[in-house]
């Protein structure tokens, strides 16, 4: 490596414009995807990167296989996986918080490996806020601890995060710019990284169990209690809607036998009846004269021994496992929600019966809240009037459809998309089958991952529409744009020469264990200025360099480089902390408290790790 590399016209360029992109991500005056573009097309202008590989970064395998995580992230979701999952986490936990909190950290790391962290931290914020309202953590207490084992998480395989993904790509970039004799760079295997990562996220959540939840709980002062209106909790208080969902299953001797649905939602004490199940036909908000027969399985909400002794006088069979009502009780699939009557609304007048809400809209009207009074007793016979509160419970499709009408408008936020759980076994599958391609290494992750995609597509478990909305293309331009300026810092010999600088200024005789440190330490720096994507791009060529330079393994600092882009837990410019921020109500100077001994010790053990491995 020659030290006294002389600094070219290409190279002041390419420096300036890694100049230009920092400023202005820091400044945030303008996006940072339209900053990415712009950089992009001033590396096309200058000649920097030739014409043929300009946009060459949309076509890598690393922007490829973001995609491909963000739309099979978006299959799981549309089969109800994370909301089954949050019943066995209670179940698990079996009523321990401490428990449930650890396990649902750790099992959201586990997921992390093989989805985009935002995408994980986006399926686990409502398991987060249904688990929250049915134990009394407050919701501060469980998304920091998920939201770090998520991060944690994304180090255990190289589709896991985004500048993983990415380091396969610039590895294979620089090996065109190494000096003659040195080896040539290999790519990292899918699980190269993932000792590292099971230490990490073991790290992380013996953190949290010993010393980090207790300061959590230590700021248990009001706005931190934030939880969304629509989880179970919020119905309970505002309407005293509460309890689980069980099976009751009509016996010969019960004198249900031969009534109409409406009949026994009138007896006394009875619980909320949702859904019915005759024969072969389940239906959630059952029309009031449908018939209840010997072997007829009916849908109750309520609290257990209100249940139990509902069942006990009426001589039902309780189970508590939702063998037949699985599907329709998903809460993917179906829930409670608010909706307003608006003045122009033809339900203006009439009552629930009237309009028959179950037969024709598939809604059960659960309460009324009207002038601050709400009301429960017998709301079907309830004439409506404009500006009434109703608390309905439906699957989600129909009552999107009812709400197209504009006769009531739903206040909740509830899911738009179609939900599937019943192709949640399809999807499972399809998904394992993805992740073993991509562990024979055959053939590229890219290849793997989208062959999972087309398995989503092709068996129903996604549409096409669907997969699209599902790419944030935010993300996708600002790594596509960016990837060519990490080629042109490393094929102009930019990295080079700031490398050889550095090695000049430093003390001689440095470990290099020490510069590592220093290599992770600025990535995680960077990362907060220009995104972890960004730090990745701009840092890989030159620890390369740096490494090429003392006599280190160019891989192994490449790498820390990658695992370090993710080191930010501090601050909103790590898209994953960003989502949790707002709903917790979580404080800047909270956040630089509980987070900067977790990103010290991040470090340490990257770097530990990283030395024991190469």
Not at 292 to 309: H, L, P, Y
Not at 415 to 435: L, N
Request: charged share 15%; net charge positive; proline share 4%.
């Amino acid at each position: 490596m020659d030290t006294a590399l002389a600094l070219t016209t290409d190279m002041k360029i390419v420096l300036a414009l890694v100049g230009l992109t920092m400023v202005l991500f820091v400044f945030q005056r303008v996006r940072a995807d339209l900053v990415a573009l712009v950089v992009l097309v001033m590396l096309g202008l200058t000649g920097l990167v030739a014409p043929e590989d300009v946009f060459n970064g949309f076509s890598s395998n690393a922007t490829i296989s973001v995609i491909a995580t963000m739309i099979l992230g978006m299959g799981l979701d549309r089969t109800g996986a994370l909301n089954r999952l949050a019943g066995w986490l209670l179940r698990r936990a079996k009523g321990q918080e401490n428990r449930l909190l650890m396990l649902t950290a750790g099992i959201a790391g586990l997921n992390s490996s093989v989805m985009q962290n935002p995408s994980v931290m986006a399926l686990y914020m409502p398991v987060a806020a249904r688990l929250a309202s049915r134990t009394g953590l407050r919701l501060a207490q469980m998304l920091l601890p998920i939201c770090v084992a998520i991060i944690m998480g994304g180090t255990l395989t190289m589709v896991g995060s985004s500048p993983l993904i990415l380091l396969n790509d610039l590895l294979t970039a620089a090996n065109a710019n190494l000096p003659s004799g040195s080896a040539t760079l290999e790519s990292l295997n899918m699980f190269a990284p993932l000792p590292i990562g099971l230490t990490l996220l073991v790290s992380a959540l013996a953190y949290f169990h010993f010393r980090g939840n207790r300061q959590l709980d230590d700021q248990g002062e009001g706005d931190g209690n934030v939880t969304p209106a629509r989880t179970q909790s919020y119905f309970a208080s505002a309407y005293g809607i509460d309890g689980e969902v069980y099976e009751l299953v009509v016996t010969a001797e019960s004198p249900l036998v031969g009534m109409t649905f409406g009949e026994a939602e009138a007896i006394h004490d009875a619980p909320v009846l949702l859904a019915l199940k005759s024969e072969n036909d389940s239906r959630l908000a059952p029309p009031a004269d449908a018939r209840i027969w010997v072997g007829s399985v009916i849908g109750a909400m309520g609290r257990r021994q209100q249940v139990a002794d509902f069942a006990q006088n009426q001589f039902l069979r309780l189970s508590t496992r939702l063998r037949n009502f699985g599907d329709l009780f998903n809460p993917s699939r179906a829930g409670i929600a608010e909706a307003v009557v608006p003045p122009t609304s033809k339900f203006i007048g009439k009552s629930a019966s009237e309009l028959s809400l179950r037969k024709k809209y598939g809604v059960r009207l659960l309460a009324i809240n009207r002038d601050k009074q709400v009301i429960r007793e017998d709301v079907r016979s309830m004439t409506l009037r404009a500006g009434d509160m109703l608390v309905l419970h439906s699957i989600w499709q129909d009552l999107a459809k009812t709400a197209k009408s504009l006769d009531f408008i739903i206040v909740t936020d509830y899911p738009k998309g179609e939900q599937r759980p019943h192709k949640f076994k399809i999807a499972m599958a399809i998904f394992a089958v993805t992740m073993l391609i991509a562990l024979s290494s055959r053939v590229p992750t890219s290849v793997a991952l989208m062959a999972g995609v087309a398995g989503m597509l092709v068996f129903g478990v996604l549409k096409m529409d669907e997969a699209y909305s599902a790419i944030n293309w935010k993300t996708v331009f600002l790594m596509a744009c960016l990837i060519p300026l990490g080629w042109a810092m490393d094929s102009s010999g930019a990295a080079a020469w700031v490398a050889g600088h550095t090695i000049e200024r430093l003390p001689s005789g440095l470990p290099i264990w020490v510069l590592e440190i220093a290599v992770a330490l600025l990535t995680a720096a960077f990362s907060m200025v220009i995104s972890h994507v960004g730090a990745t791009i701009v840092v890989v060529p030159l620890a390369i360099n740096l490494a090429l330079a003392v006599g280190g393994n160019p891989t192994a600092f490449a790498l820390i480089v990658a695992l370090s882009a993710s080191n930010n837990f501090m601050t909103q410019s790590n898209p994953v902390m960003s989502m949790i921020i707002g709903p917790a109500g979580y404080k800047a100077r909270e956040l630089w408290r509980i987070g900067l001994p977790i990103s010290l010790l991040y470090t340490a053990i990257i770097v530990l790790m990283v030395n024991l491995l190469f």
